[in-house]
């Protein structure tokens, strides 16, 4: 039977609720465990895929076509186990459930309330499927003391008394501020945290403390004392200059150890952190370094592409070498001359996104790199400009994407239907913008003397979409005239994946998203050999 593992935060909020529970599970999985994460998202939206980038982050997209929190691809990529669709929950979708079988007539008449509805439907969600697995992680989103987490706080509060101490464990992440006039650590953050949750009735018996400075024993004595927790139990987390590290730091800090303490487990073999120890030696001795663009839309807020910069450092360490980043608007291409921005770049990249806006810009960038010879790398949204730029270099003047609005040359249009499985899927113009696109893992297969074949290494691929618009099959043999060649179509030969052009360095666009799939211990081979021409092209410069 599977024991969980309740993880909530206090005092504010990007404490690293996500990174610790990711951390943790790694930590637990080097010992030999099953584990698994699950994120609780109290907003009321059913799912984050409506919800902008500059607001939410990235929306993570699960194989089996969840559009979810980006903390599940910290999962991901600190577990290498495959998110699923029942791994993130929030309370529009729980809400959601009840109310359309409220509707249907399901619950014969009852009120409907949130004690015991609601919290029966998280209780639910938290236990499915874990009949397989040894330990099952599930952060709580938000802090306490948000109005909108109470029910979840509630229905965990019942599941821990439910398994008792030997299945359940409490873990509260705090803030511990430096109060650099007064030139000390502050506690108090976290008593008031701790009391509150306590109020709820749920007592944490492991508290991750986040800090810039060192936490004296003197501090965590005082901690331990007034949250009713042991000493050892208090465990430090100071920021660390790789995310990677975090395994190792929080190993060092005893908090694998102490969760095994709690849940009585005294036999548990040590823990093999050689894939940890490695990945941090090629992050901390690179045998050198590139630059690489990234031409995006929503480079204000650096969430809104996680997996993205995760990928490229992952490459990165597959070369042994440091991935330096410039983010750079768009919009700034249509204001100022492309070169002089991108001249220094040993790679250019263009991610995905949505609407109009810096399209041009996008467009340029995907011409430098053409003309330039600077290894491309086109995402989604980024591989339909380098087919529409392909496209205005062969003369098909105003080539677009009807996202835009009307154009001559529709290079890009509405994806209205494809198939899933057995299953023919349609959607137009008037379809529920939420939910809707291509989601999920679709296979691919691979032209034999192409960049991406060598790459992977084998066809058919696999890999997790997320879009509503598709490159125009009708215009390939202009685009292929052009020396813009599909690499990689739907197993149909209806739906383009992969564009090349066999002419240049590495000029590689994508319709899908590769960067969900890439792990530090398991690098995408695209962004391994994205950044393996990087550095070839850092050698010409």
Same mark, same amino acid.
């Given at each position: 039977m599977a024991r969980f593992i309740f993880i909530t935060g206090g005092v504010v909020s990007s404490l690293g609720k996500g990174l610790m529970a990711a951390a943790l599970a790694a930590l637990l999985q080097a010992r030999g465990y099953r584990v698994r994460i699950r994120k609780f998202d109290p907003y009321l939206n059913v799912d984050p895929?409506?919800?902008?980038?500059? $607001?939410? =982050?990235?929306?993570?997209?699960?194989?089996? =076509?969840? &559009?979810?929190?980006?903390?599940?691809?910290?999962?991901?990529?600190?577990?290498?186990?495959?998110?699923?669709?029942?791994?993130n929950v929030t309370s529009g979708r729980i809400y959601f459930d009840i109310l359309t079988k409220e509707r249907k007539g399901d619950f014969l008449g009852a009120t409907v309330q949130v004690i015991p509805h609601v919290t029966d439907a998280i209780k639910a969600f938290a236990l499915a499927e874990t009949d397989d697995l040894d330990f099952v992680l599930c952060e709580i989103g938000g802090t306490v003391g948000d109005i909108e987490g109470l029910p979840f706080l509630e229905a965990i509060r019942q599941l821990g008394n439910e398994m008792g101490t030997d299945g359940a464990l409490f873990i509260h992440?705090?803030?511990?501020?430096?109060? @650099?006039? +007064?030139?000390?650590? !502050?506690t108090k953050p976290t008593q008031h945290s701790v009391a509150e949750l306590r109020g709820i009735g749920i007592q944490p018996r492991i508290l991750v403390c986040r800090s810039e400075h060192p936490l004296p024993d003197s501090d965590r004595a005082k901690i331990a004392l007034f949250c009713n927790v042991r000493q050892e139990a208090v465990i430090p987390a100071l920021d660390a200059a790789s995310i990677y590290a975090v395994p190792l730091q929080y190993h060092a800090a005893g908090l694998d150890a102490e969760v095994l303490r709690a849940f009585g487990i005294t036999d548990s073999p040590a823990p093999d952190l050689s894939r940890w120890q490695t990945i941090m030696d090629r992050i901390e001795n690179p045998e050198g370094?590139?630059?690489?663009?990234?031409?995006? !839309?929503?480079t204000g807020l650096k969430d809104a592409y996680k997996s993205l910069t995760e990928a490229l450092v992952h490459g990165g360490i597959a070369n042994r070498v440091k991935v330096e980043l410039r983010w750079i608007d768009a919009e700034d291409f249509e204001r100022e001359d492309v070169a002089n921005i991108l001249e220094p770049m040993h790679g250019i990249l263009v991610p995905g996104g949505f609407g109009e806006r810096g399209s041009e810009g996008k467009i340029a960038a995907v011409r430098f790199a053409r003309e330039r010879q600077v290894p491309f790398f086109g995402i989604c949204l980024g591989m339909q400009m380098a087919c529409i730029e392909g496209a205005r270099a062969v003369g098909? &003047?105003? @080539?677009?994407?009807?996202?835009?609005? /009307?154009?001559?040359?529709p290079i890009v249009g509405l994806l209205t239907e494809w198939q899933e499985g057995d299953r023919l899927v349609q959607r137009d113009e008037?379809?529920? !913008?939420?939910?809707?696109?291509?989601? =999920?893992?679709?296979?691919?297969?691979?032209?034999?003397?192409?960049?991406?074949?060598?790459?992977?290494?084998?066809?058919?691929?696999?890999?997790?979409?997320?879009?509503?618009?598709?490159?125009?099959?009708?215009?390939? /043999? $202009?685009?292929? +005239?052009?020396?813009?060649v599909f690499t990689g179509l739907s197993p149909d030969g209806v739906l383009p994946e992969i564009v090349e052009r066999p002419d240049h360095p590495w000029f590689v666009g994508v319709q899908f998203h590769p960067e969900l799939k890439s792990k530090p211990f398991d690098p995408h081979p695209l962004f391994a050999s994205f950044v393996s021409a990087a550095v070839k092209q850092s050698r010409l410069v």
């Open positions: 895929g409506t919800m902008s980038p500059t $607001q939410h =982050g990235e929306v993570f997209v699960t194989d089996d =076509g969840a &559009e979810t929190d980006l903390d599940l691809g910290h999962y991901e990529r600190f577990t290498g186990v495959a998110s699923r669709q029942s791994d992440t705090t803030l511990v501020p430096f109060i @650099a006039a +007064a030139g000390e650590l !502050k370094s590139v630059h690489i663009g990234i031409v995006g !839309k929503y098909l &003047e105003g @080539a677009s994407t009807t996202e835009f609005g /009307p154009t001559p040359h008037s379809s529920d !913008k939420g939910g809707t696109m291509r989601l =999920g893992a679709y296979p691919a297969v691979l032209s034999g003397n192409s960049l991406a074949r060598a790459a992977y290494g084998n066809s058919p691929i696999s890999e997790r979409h997320r879009h509503r618009y598709e490159v125009n099959i009708a215009y390939r /043999p $202009q685009l292929e +005239a052009g020396g813009l």
